[in-house]
C-alpha cells in the first residue's frame, strides 16, 4: 500500500514522507548518541530532538545541526578502522589483510545509521526545494 501511495506523490512529498516515517528511529538514535558528544553538542542535540520530534526538521537550521552532530561521531567512527593480517596457507601470499571496524566503532556506526538515513533524506529534500525554486526563476525568465 505505502509503495502505491509513494508512486502518487510528487517527488519532494515522497522525501517528505521518507523523512517523517524515519523520525521513530532517528529520535531513538538521537537519544543514543547524546551520551557521546560534549556538552555544546548535547545542546544542539536536544534542540533538533525537539524539532524532530514535533516533524519539523525540514530547515536548513537543521540539516546543519544534524551535520554537527554527525560530524564528530562519523570522524570517530572512520578513525577506528583497524587492518588485522590473517595467516592462511592457502592463500598464495601466506596471509591476507582484513579491515574492521573496532567494536566501540562498529557499535557507534550501527547507533546512527538512522540519523544517517535522515541526513541524506534531508538533503535531498533540500535539493529539490533548491531545484524548485531554480525551475519557477527559469521559467520566469523565459516568459519575460
Not at 558528544?37 to 542535540?45: F, V
Not at 536536544?46 to 526538521?57: P, Q
Not at 601466506?94 to 538533503?123: D, F, H, M, Y
Request: hydrophobic share 45%.
Amino acid at each position: 500500500m505505502y509503495d502505491s501511495i509513494a508512486q502518487q506523490l510528487l517527488p519532494i512529498e515522497a522525501a517528505i514522507l521518507d523523512a517523517l516515517n524515519m523520525v521513530p528511529s532517528a529520535s531513538k538514535a538521537l537519544d543514543t548518541l547524546i551520551d557521546n558528544l560534549a556538552p555544546s553538542g548535547a545542546r544542539i542535540a536536544y534542540r533538533f530532538g525537539s524539532r524532530l520530534r514535533a516533524g519539523e526538521m525540514f530547515g536548513d537550521r537543521d540539516l546543519n545541526d544534524l551535520e554537527s552532530l554527525l560530524q564528530p561521531v562519523l570522524a570517530e567512527i572512520e578513525a577506528g578502522w583497524v587492518s588485522e593480517v590473517i595467516a592462511d596457507e592457502h592463500c598464495p601470499g601466506g596471509a591476507w589483510i582484513n579491515k574492521r571496524l573496532t567494536n566501540r566503532a562498529a557499535e557507534l556506526n550501527r547507533s546512527v545509521e538512522p540519523l544517517v538515513a535522515l541526513q541524506r533524506c534531508l538533503q535531498l529534500i533540500q535539493n529539490l526545494r533548491r531545484a524548485d525554486r531554480i525551475t519557477r526563476r527559469v521559467i520566469a525568465e523565459t516568459q519575460t
